[in-house]
């Protein structure tokens, strides 16, 4: 959610993302759930669906307990969080700092959020409200 620029696994998954990136920059709140979300929704009539992979579940896990430990409150399933300009530039300062990163090891995409990352977020497409 941090890094994406408009890449993902198919134009249906893009555009899906895009969709939800407009809405969370206008405000909207985001619900933390088990299993697939909002996002991974157009992955999901694959036969078989990435983010129903355990690599994925195991790092959805990962970085719900570094945002926990970064804000310093237990977040669980159905908590909600505000993307707020103070949440993103926190979110944003610590995963650039590497605190929050440990659910990118493995992930295919690590080295596009590296370096988007290194560019200040530069071309992100969810903004503070």
Same mark, same amino acid.
């Given at each position: 959610? +941090?890094?994406?620029? $408009?890449?993902?696994?198919? =134009?249906?998954?893009?555009?899906?993302?895009?969709?939800?990136?407009?809405?969370?920059? &206008?405000?909207?709140?985001?619900?933390? *759930? =088990?299993?697939? &979300?909002?996002?991974?929704?157009?992955?999901? $009539?694959?036969?078989?669906?990435?983010?129903?992979?355990? =690599?994925?579940?195991?790092? &959805?896990?990962?970085?719900?307990?570094?945002?926990?430990?970064? +804000?310093?409150?237990?977040?669980?399933?159905?908590? *909600? +969080?505000?993307?707020? !300009?103070?949440?993103?530039?926190?979110?944003?300062?610590?995963?650039? $700092? $590497?605190?929050?990163?440990? !659910?990118? +090891?493995?992930?295919?995409?690590?080295?596009?959020?590296?370096?988007?990352?290194?560019?200040?977020? =530069?071309? *992100?497409?969810?903004?503070?409200?």
């Amino acid at each position: 959610m +941090l890094t994406f620029v $408009g890449e993902g696994y198919t =134009s249906a998954f893009t555009d899906n993302y895009r969709n939800i990136a407009e809405r969370l920059s &206008d405000g909207e709140e985001i619900k933390l *759930v =088990s299993g697939p &979300d909002d996002i991974c929704a157009p992955l999901l $009539g694959e036969e078989e669906p990435h983010c129903l992979k355990v =690599s994925v579940i195991e790092r &959805d896990a990962v970085a719900l307990a570094d945002i926990s430990t970064l +804000l310093g409150e237990e977040i669980g399933i159905g908590a *909600v +969080l505000v993307p707020d !300009a103070s949440l993103l530039a926190k979110l944003r300062r610590n995963f650039a $700092g $590497g605190e929050i990163r440990h !659910a990118c +090891l493995g992930c295919e995409w690590g080295e596009l959020c590296s370096r988007i990352a290194a560019t200040n977020f =530069s071309g *992100v497409l969810i903004k503070a409200a």
